[in-house]
């Protein structure tokens, strides 16, 4: 299984980027895709999940109404769009992949199954 995370920068605050992690390796439709976030020195925080039928689920501190996520059943991607950057949204962001047919808690990393290797964002004031 691979999870290909691309769409890092540098951008600056009120700026907006586009993550994007293509998934290989794995039953697409059978897994709850989901962004974390690891700023240097802290715990990997969750952001958002997304489920097969395009349900979604938040960390309404980390997000606030200026992230989405999405996903491409056809094309085996999740998306996260961050709109309004703010400098304390520098950090790795990383996506993660959890086989559904189990009891799942979004936010706890401890869930998922897989990860893929990370993406810097780092927003400049």
């Known amino acids: 299984v691979q999870l290909q995370a691309s769409g890092g920068g540098l951008v600056q605050a009120g700026g907006s980027l586009r993550l994007s992690c293509a998934a290989s390796g794995l039953t697409f439709s059978n897994y709850v895709m989901a962004w974390f976030r690891q700023a240097p020195g802290k715990e990997r925080v969750f952001v958002a999940a997304i489920r097969w039928s395009g349900s979604v689920t938040y960390n309404p501190d980390s997000v606030k109404g200026r992230f989405t996520i999405s996903r491409d059943n056809a094309k085996n991607t999740v998306n996260l769009q961050m709109n309004s950057l703010k400098p304390e949204d520098t950090a790795v962001y990383y996506c993660?992949?959890?086989?559904?047919?189990?009891?799942?808690?979004?936010?706890?990393?401890?869930?998922?199954?897989?990860w893929g290797q990370g993406t810097q964002v780092t927003v400049s004031s």
């Open positions: 993660a992949a959890a086989e559904r047919f189990k009891r799942l808690e979004y936010s706890d990393h401890a869930t998922y199954d897989y």
